[in-house]
T-cell receptor, first 117, second 116 residues
Framework: NAGVTQTPKFQVLKTGQSMTLQCAQD?????MSWYRQDPGMGLRLIHY???????DQGEVPNGYNVSRSTTEDFPLRLLSAAPSQTSVYFC????????????????FGPGTRLTVL | AQKVTQAQTEISVVEKEDVTLDCVYE???????LFWYKQPPSGELVFLIR??????QNEISGRYSWNFQKSTSSFNFTITASQVVDSAVYFC?????????????FGEGTQLTVNP
């Protein structure tokens, strides 16, 4: 298993540009999430999904869109990049809580370091 | 609302010392999950442990041990005989139980430096 993969690893954007951060998992996990990590602030949830076709907002959703057309993929779209979106972005996935002991533990991808100029 | 507090921003120890990382949480849920993750200098997030709110048994895994006390809303992490490879940022996190998604609320992290 590759686990959770993210592309690209690094990206530089200009203010106003749009782009999509890719996330894929091959563990057949029901849940997927996107977090951003800023210095001194831990990780904060952007959007999450409990299954294909179902998404919801997290703590800091403004400026980001998501969709989940398949179990495996959960792309994050930046609509119009702003310098405040400079951050490290992590995608994570987990089994649902219905899986009992295996459920709910999130496994993270390697991250994407995004800089917006 | 849920909250996780890691009051120790940075800790520096000498190799072979024991070190405890503190984590205090707030939640109104009766069912919840607590986690510790390690983020080494390479940047990835490594899962260490998960504990549910109904299981207050302490856990030991090699040099790592965890002390969960519901009475004080704490979930502290101890590294015994620390090693240089333990140098990393450690995050405590909390998620609600049995609700939609597995949304984690993270603390701000503790930077542990183990000096040779």
């Amino acid at each position: 298993n590759a686990g959770v993969t993210q592309t690209p690893k690094f990206q530089v954007l200009k203010t106003g540009q749009s782009m999509t951060l890719q996330c894929a998992q091959d563990m057949n996990h029901e849940y997927m999430s996107w977090y951003r990590q800023d210095p001194g602030m831990g990780l904060r949830l952007i959007h999450y999904s409990v299954g294909a076709g179902i998404t919801d907002q997290g703590e800091v959703p403004n400026g980001y869109n998501v969709s989940r057309s398949t179990t495996e993929d959960f792309p994050l779209r930046l609509l119009s990049a702003a310098p405040s979106q400079t951050s490290v972005y992590f995608c994570a996935s987990s089994y649902s809580h219905a899986r009992r002991a295996r459920g709910g533990t999130q496994y993270f991808g390697p991250g994407t370091r995004l800089t917006v100029l | 609302a849920q909250k996780v507090t890691q009051a120790q921003t940075e800790i520096s120890v000498v190799e072979k010392e024991d070190v405890t990382l503190d984590c205090v949480y707030e939640t109104r849920d009766t069912t919840y999950y607590l986690f510790w993750y390690k983020q080494p200098p390479s940047g990835e997030l490594v899962f260490l442990i998960r504990r549910n709110s109904f299981d207050e048994q302490n856990e030991i895994s090699g040099r790592y041990s965890w002390n969960f006390q519901k009475s004080t809303s704490s979930f502290n992490f101890t590294i015994t005989a620390s090693q240089v490879v333990d140098s990393a940022v450690y995050f405590c996190a909390l998620s609600r139980g049995e609700t939609s998604g597995s949304r984690l609320t993270f603390g701000e992290g503790t930077q542990l430096t183990v000096n040779p």
